[in-house]
């Protein structure tokens, strides 16, 4: 595997601080906003100088029981190919459940859930795993999350899960230690019993973030600085292996360029401290577990998109909490889904907080309340606007006028509006 070196998280609010960043051997982008034909002058410029730049995805949903989308792959691949990547990333999460598979409506969760590790969810994650590897140009590595909710009746801890994974598919790993951390504090799992089951040889890289403790449980918000748990997970890491790259996330709130090289320098401290452990021998290397023969797939997709088609629809329209779920557990996992898609949502449509002001959050977390997003945050903007302008509740006057003029504009067929937006553009074209 490729030494990476150190690394960090490319994003364009800090495109300038990143390029100025002594050290930096590589970056890593969200490959859903990286443009193939349009590269940012910025990924262009360290790519001159020779500054490996790998695509991370985030909606491919490898973890969900369809399989991975013939478009998502081959834009995928396409940017792995204009960035010249030796590799690219995606979840082991699944991002969106229903339709086809259960009769009922395809519900988008609008961010990384967990799978639950059993062998009917390890079976289909294998095979959705292999499809996308024949689909790539280069070695896929594929990253653990951080959850707040756990599933019942689980079969085999992460170690154990991870193992099998790239035993059967020879995936690369890519093992976030900030996420290992979020789930010993929300799960009760021992991280150093995960890193002595993984195969260690597969990993590709690491990923170290920061969160915050909130509602009683540990978010992954990679909008704050890495605590020392996660850099003494990292320590504890490179004891057993020497990582081919550690790169730090950030991807709100972010601080000055000074204090990202600090986080780096820590994180460098880390990686050097598990080193000099592992040659005094103090590591404990793990085993891992044997792999198991895995049947046709088709049964256990069955049983897999019921069941995540019922926690997501818990989460985002309402629906009874399904038997075996902490149910306070998911209340705070559902509003961390609604802030996050409000969240998004600003981000993508920047003009709506601008036209709404100080109401536009509340407004935003009412209407998701009852309306679960189903083709994407784009759309998802479409629908939240018309919703305001249907319901009757925004008043005549500059707001409703700057909401329906920004929303006319771009209530054409791309992105393509959903029913609310039809509806909506039939009335408001009357007026």
């Known amino acids: 595997m490729e030494r990476l070196g150190t690394g960090i998280g490319w994003r364009p609010e800090i495109a300038d601080a990143v390029e100025r960043m002594p050290g930096i051997d590589w970056v890593e982008a969200v490959s859903e906003n990286v443009c193939p034909g349009h590269l940012s002058e910025s990924l262009q410029r360290l790519r001159a100088r020779g500054v490996t730049v790998v695509p991370h995805g985030v909606s491919l949903g490898l973890g969900g029981a369809d399989r991975p989308d013939a478009g998502r792959l081959a834009a995928l691949a396409e940017r792995a190919e204009a960035l010249g990547s030796p590799l690219v990333t995606e979840h082991i999460a699944f991002v969106r459940a229903g339709g086809p598979l259960t009769a009922s409506p395809l519900l988008e969760a609008g961010h990384l859930l967990p799978v639950p590790r059993t062998r009917d969810a390890l079976d289909v994650l294998c095979e959705n795993v292999r499809i996308a590897q024949d689909a790539l140009p280069v070695p896929l590595a594929v990253e653990n999350i951080a959850a707040l909710v756990s599933w019942p009746d689980e079969e085999m801890t992460e170690g154990q ?15 976030d230690v900030a996420n290992l951390h ?24 690491v990923h170290v973030a920061g969160g915050l403790e909130r509602d009683g449980v540990w978010h992954d918000s990679h909008a704050h600085p890495v605590p020392r748990p996660v850099l003494d997970i990292l320590t504890d890491l490179a004891s057993r292996i020497s990582p081919p790259g550690v790169l730090l996330e950030r991807d709100e709130n972010f601080p000055e ?8 320098k820590e994180i460098r401290v880390a990686v050097e401290k598990g080193r000099a452990l592992r040659a005094q021998g103090a590591a404990v290397t793990g085993t891992g577990t044997q792999p198991a023969s895995s049947p046709s797939t088709d049964d256990a997709r069955q049983r897999l998109a019921l069941t995540q088609t019922a926690l997501l629809s818990a989460l985002v329209a309402g629906t009874p909490v ?17 802030g ?31 309306h679960p997003m189903t083709g994407g945050y784009r759309r998802d903007a479409l629908d939240f606007a018309g919703h305001l302008l249907l319901d009757g509740r925004l008043e005549e006057g ?34």
């Open 398 to 431: 500059r707001v409703r006028r700057e909401l329906r003029n920004w929303w006319l504009e771009r209530s054409g067929p791309a992105p393509r509006p959903g029913r609310v937006a039809r509806a909506a553009r039939r009335v408001l074209l009357h007026r």
């Open 340 to 370: 996050k898609r409000a969240d998004v949502v600003a981000k993508v449509a920047p003009e709506l907080p601008e036209i709404l002001g100080g109401t536009y959050r509340p407004a935003f977390l009412a209407y998701a309340h009852g």
């Open 182 to 205: 979020t789930n010993h504090v929300n799960r009760g799992e021992d991280p150093a019993e995960a890193l002595a089951e993984l195969p260690l040889e597969a990993i590709a890289y």
């Open 257 to 264: 360029p000074a204090e990202l090289e600090r986080e780096l």
């Open 161 to 175: 899960f991870l193992y099998e994974l790239a035993d059967r598919t020879g995936v690369r790993l890519l093992i």
């Open 322 to 338: 399904p038997e075996g779920f902490d149910r306070v557990r998911l209340g705070v996992q559902a509003r961390a889904l609604a």
